[in-house]
């Protein structure tokens, strides 16, 4: 089964930028798509954005699109996602996740209750 832990969170200014990595271990990396989510405080997780296992399928929420950028590199099992012109309203826990799909298509999964494999999670704080 496939595992994945999430690093590159910190705390930032208004404006700044991180860069968000998903690792993971175990087989057929692949052979899944994957997708980044977040929960603010006081509010319910919500996708940020989705990208298919040939890499070439991707989609943003409203509020981050033009910000963000998903891309994963399958050599070194990982997915980032290039957080640029940060906003306080981008705080909170950015967890990756999994879902099994067939190898090299376009298919994206946008439900949360898709995925199946989950990280631990890491905190982004953008406050001044």
């Known amino acids: 089964q496939l595992q994945l832990e999430e690093s590159g969170g910190g705390l930032v200014e208004p404006g700044g930028s991180l860069r968000l990595s998903c690792v993971a271990s175990?087989?057929?990396?692949?052979?899944?798509?994957i997708g980044w989510f977040r929960r603010a405080p006081g509010k319910e997780r919500e996708g940020v954005s989705y990208?298919?296992?040939?890499?070439?399928?991707?989609k943003y929420a409203d509020s981050v699109k033009g910000r963000f950028t998903i891309s994963r590199d399958d050599a070194k099992n990982t997915v980032h996602l290039q957080m640029n012109s940060l906003k306080p309203e981008d705080t909170g826990i950015y967890y990756c996740?999994?879902?099994?799909?067939?190898?090299?298509?376009?298919?994206?999964?946008?439900?949360?209750?898709?995925?199946?494999?989950w990280g631990q999670g890491t905190q982004v704080t953008v406050s001044t």
């Open positions: 990208i298919s296992t040939n890499g070439g399928n991707f």
């Open positions: 996740a999994a879902v099994m799909a067939p190898y090299g298509t376009s298919w994206l999964f946008e439900r949360e209750l898709e995925y199946t494999i």
């Open positions: 175990g087989p057929l990396f692949d052979h899944h798509a």
